[in-house]
Structures are given as structure tokens and as C-alpha cells.
């Protein structure tokens, strides 16, 4: 192992019972597939700071600001190992403000899925992303707290994260 990591961050947008989800084409990182509705690699000026980091790539990808979105939280933090690298990712979730706004990506093409078809019928996403989805709607969106999670070939295990 070299040490070599990948700092990453994901925004998932929620309106009533749905989330914005990106089909992500022309990643350098991973295959064509449904992703988060933003997000992307940190800047060196950002690596203590993954909230101005996602921020930005909401900005830069959908043209969304801060004041476009209410209730922003950081919610997992994954990690893997993957093509000899540790990929970090921070995965936050936040309301559209506006429910009837029209978001486009220069990334890909966005659609919304209602919570219920992403339990029974979810798209294709990247592996930890799969995961979190999966913990989310089933036990994340019903609650504030913070999970992080560790991949290995069969999954993601997850765990709350509480301060002491």
C-alpha cells in the first residue's frame, strides 16, 4: 500500500419523497452510472473542509448556490480501497428549496426517483453509493445522525459516529 487517497464529496438533493440522482457519463473515476446529484474531488485549499467542497461542485455542476438548498448535512463518510488507492468520500444530503426548479447538470442527466423506487428498484450506482443509498432510505432518512462506513468485497458496514 502507498498511502495515495482520493478525497471525495457527494450532495444528494431531496424534494418530498425523492432523490436527484445523476447518471454520471465521462468520469475519469468511475463507470457510466447513477450517482449523487453533485459532487466531485476536493481542491487542496478544501481537504479540511468537505462542506465548501460540495458546495462548490453543486455550483459548478448544477449552477446551484447555497441559498438554492436548505438543510444541509454531512451524513456518511465511506471509505475504500480501490485501484491502490483509499477513496474517502463524504456523502451530505439537502432539500431543494424550491420544489419546482428545474436542475440540470453539465455532468450528465438528472432524474428524480421517489423513495420507493430505490428500494425496491434502484439503478445502478457505484459500490459504496449503492450502500448508502440503501442504509439511507431505510434507516438514514428517518434521523440526524452521522454514519461512517468501511467497504469490503461483500458490502459496507456502517456504524453512528457519536462525539466524546
Known amino acids: ?35 449523487d446529484s453533485a459532487g466531485g474531488h476536493f481542491k487542496k485549499d478544501e481537504l479540511n473542509d468537505a ?17 438554492d438548498i436548505i438543510n444541509l448535512s454531512l451524513r456518511y463518510i465511506t471509505l475504500r480501497l480501490k485501484n491502490g488507492e483509499i477513496r474517502q468520500n463524504y456523502y451530505f444530503f439537502a432539500d431543494l428549496l424550491n420544489e419546482n426548479k428545474v436542475v440540470v447538470s453539465n455532468e450528465g442527466k438528472l432524474k428524480w426517483f421517489s423513495i420507493k423506487d430505490l428500494i425496491e428498484n434502484a439503478p445502478e ?18 434521523n440526524e445522525k452521522l454514519y461512517a462506513g468501511i467497504a ?3 458490502g459496507v458496514t456502517f456504524s453512528e459516529m457519536r462525539e466524546f
Do not use: W
Open 1 to 35: 500500500m502507498n498511502g495515495k487517497l482520493r478525497n471525495m464529496t457527494s450532495l444528494y438533493l431531496k424534494k418530498d419523497d425523492s432523490l436527484l440522482l445523476l447518471y454520471r457519463i465521462g468520469s475519469k473515476v468511475i463507470d457510466p452510472s447513477y450517482t
Open 51 to 67: 462542506e465548501t467542497c460540495v458546495l462548490r461542485e453543486l455550483y459548478e455542476e448544477t449552477g446551484l448556490t447555497e441559498q
Open 125 to 142: 450506482m457505484p459500490f459504496s453509493a449503492q450502500y448508502v443509498i440503501s442504509h439511507y432510505v431505510k434507516i438514514g432518512k428517518d
Open 152 to 154: 469490503t468485497e461483500s
